[in-house]
């Protein structure tokens, strides 16, 4: 087993080689990746692992990103501390656990019982006490707890979500997604002003599906899914 000063140094590596090389620049996306222990969030036969430029599975067919993707994304929703978040794809917690170093509060949707309440018990024990996790239908958002400053989703969509577009926070709220199917997916950034929405395509991506209401059937599986660029 690596010690923390080993796991720290990875990360530090990992942080200027996968992210500081491919163009993420943000400094509170890079010490936020900088502090989050990535290895805290995969099983202890993976640790060694953890900050490699791959996504790992962590059951349900599911998996942590690829540290790249959690930087861009998260540098694409532009934080400033201050926005209350929605995240949709618990997952691991991996992206949570970035999105609370960054935001005043957050909010976290998982279809899977179990690994919503794995990453919320990691979470816990990490001392992140500014999210709430709950379990649902992502493509249907919480609009109990909306509007939102700024949402991201960590499974791809074939199409933007109505539920998600409108609990946008209307001055200037932002949403960070990947849209597409099996075979092409890319990631798209939504700006709201009022009543019109901004879309800017970006890169192309490869997410597990959006399985729900307003995303794919239930019946939806990616073979090998993954997130990755």
Request: glycine residues 8%; charged residues 20%.
């Amino acid at each position: 087993m690596l010690s923390n000063d080993e796991f720290y140094t990875l990360r530090s590596q990992m942080v200027e080689q996968q992210l500081v090389e491919r163009g993420i620049h943000n400094p509170r996306v890079l010490d936020a990746m900088r502090r989050v222990p990535r290895h805290e969030f995969v099983t202890a036969d993976l640790r060694h692992l953890a900050y490699r430029d791959c996504p790992l599975p962590i059951g349900d067919n599911q998996t942590i990103s690829q540290p790249y993707v959690v930087a861009l994304m998260t540098e694409l929703v532009n934080l400033s501390g201050h926005e209350r978040v929605l995240e949709v794809g618990t997952g691991s917690g991996y992206q949570a656990a970035v999105l609370c170093e960054l935001a005043a509060q957050v909010y976290s949707l998982e279809r899977h019982p179990r690994l919503a309440e794995r990453a919320g018990q990691i979470l816990a024990r990490l001392g992140y006490n500014n999210i709430e996790i709950h379990v649902g239908d992502g493509s249907q958002g919480l609009p109990d707890m909306a509007p939102f400053d700024a949402i991201l989703v960590t499974a791809a969509a074939p199409a933007l979500p109505g539920p998600l577009r409108s609990q946008l926070h209307p001055q200037g709220g932002r949403m960070v997604l990947p849209v597409g199917d099996e075979r092409r997916q890319f990631l798209e950034v939504v700006t709201r002003a009022g009543n019109r929405w901004e879309i800017e395509q970006t890169i192309p991506v490869r997410f597990v599906p959006l399985v729900g209401r307003y995303g794919f059937s239930g019946r939806a599986a990616f073979d090998d899914p993954e997130s990755y660029v």
